[in-house]
């Protein structure tokens, strides 16, 4: 697996977002796999909590983009955190800090945890 690779996911999951669709974003996560969101104080566990976040985030038209990320690579697991900024249809955005763990589960890299928090300054 290669940097570039594991990069590569997070278009994939911004691309995701822009469908509009909250199964298609949550299909990106592990069944079990937690969210902890930018706007939403509680812990999502599964996929049904997921698409319920992710209902009211994709209604402001999201485009996210790296501002600055950092993979790591640990065998079957992988990590991509740093700062994201997503724009919003009305014309605001907001950077946020974010981490990604991804594992490979024999056939494609699935999201197990993603932790999104609004920068503090």
């Known amino acids: 697996m290669s940097q570039n690779e594991i990069t590569a996911?997070?278009?994939?999951?911004?691309?995701?977002?822009?469908?509009?669709?909250?199964?298609?974003?949550?299909?990106?996560?592990?069944?079990?796999?937690?969210?902890?969101?930018?706007?939403?104080?509680?812990?999502?566990?599964?996929?049904?909590?997921?698409?319920?976040?992710?209902?009211?985030?994709?209604?402001?038209?999201?485009?996210?983009?790296?501002?600055e990320g950092n993979v790591r690579t640990f065998g079957q697991m992988a990590i991509n955190s740093g700062i994201y900024t997503f724009s919003f249809k009305d014309g605001t955005s907001v950077s946020a800090r974010f981490t990604f763990v991804y594992r490979w589960n024999g056939e494609r890299w699935m999201i197990v945890e993603h932790h999104s928090s609004q920068m503090p300054e």
């Not at 909590?49 to 402001?60: G, K, M, P, Q, W």
């Open 9 to 67: 996911l997070f278009d994939e999951w911004n691309a995701a977002i822009q469908t509009g669709d909250p199964k298609n974003v949550a299909a990106l996560y592990e069944s079990n796999g937690i969210l902890l969101p930018t706007l939403s104080n509680k812990v999502r566990h599964n996929h049904e909590e997921i698409e319920d976040y992710f209902v009211r985030f994709l209604a402001n038209g999201p485009v996210g983009k790296i501002d």
